[in-house]
């Protein structure tokens, strides 16, 4: 009977340690924040862009805990670094602005990011972003969807790197997002004169 019950005893020492070990390692917040820098597409002015109006950014992943699919690096909220990197448009040539209700006579954008996660490959970290955006002007809504990849190599394994092929990935989204947006200023007609 003692047997049994050291062994009980032990099994829940154990396991309440490495749930308190988990717990703590998902603590430790890495800081999601957007760098312009990290990309190797130069962005160059568009002919023909308009005004855009960020009216909301969502998170709505399945998964929040994480931005690696393979163990666990807690990650700041990505709102933020979601608004800072759409000021990547302005390098294309657009107006961004931020507004909470539709503005007239521009493109008005609901962003929601649909996944933001990294995994190990070939010495690398590879990154990937997908958004749906909708987008608003007076010919109507619709929504518009962007996948995007980024890599790194794997220097040091830092949680800093995941990050950094997260936002290798963001700027290749935004490259798509610019391209696209173009087409809308067009099909808007409202190109800045």
């Given amino acids: ?18 749930t308190a070990r988990a717990s703590t390692e998902l603590v430790d917040i890495t800081p ?7 990309s190797d597409r130069v962005p160059a002015v568009l002919a023909a862009t308009c005004p855009i ?5 969502s998170d709505q992943r399945f998964s929040k805990e994480s931005i ?8 700041s909220a990505p709102e933020p670094w979601i608004d800072s990197g759409l000021d990547r448009l302005k390098s294309y040539g657009f107006t961004v602005q931020r507004s909470a209700q539709p503005v007239p006579n521009a493109l ?7 996944r933001a996660y990294t995994w190990y490959g070939q010495m690398r970290i590879n990154g990937m972003v997908a958004f749906d955006i909708d ?14 990849l980024g890599s790194k190599t794997n220097m040091w394994n830092g ?3 995941h990050v950094t092929a997260l936002n290798y990935a963001f700027n290749h989204a935004m490259h798509k997002v610019a391209q696209v947006l173009q087409e809308e200023c067009a099909r808007a007609k409202l190109t800045m004169r």
Wanted: net charge positive; hydrophobic share 50%.
């Fill in 1 to 18: 009977m003692t047997n049994k019950f050291h062994a009980a005893l032990f099994a829940a020492i154990s396991l309440a340690a490495c």
């Fill in 53 to 57: 109006s960020i009216v909301q950014v």
């Fill in 135 to 148: 987008v608003a002007s007076a010919n109507g809504q619709h929504t518009e969807k962007f996948r995007a």
């Fill in 68 to 75: 690696s699919a393979e163990f666990p690096i807690a990650a």
């Fill in 108 to 114: 008005n954008l609901n962003v929601r990011l649909i």
């Fill in 159 to 161: 949680k800093d790197e």
């Fill in 32 to 38: 999601l924040t957007y760098n312009a820098s990290v």
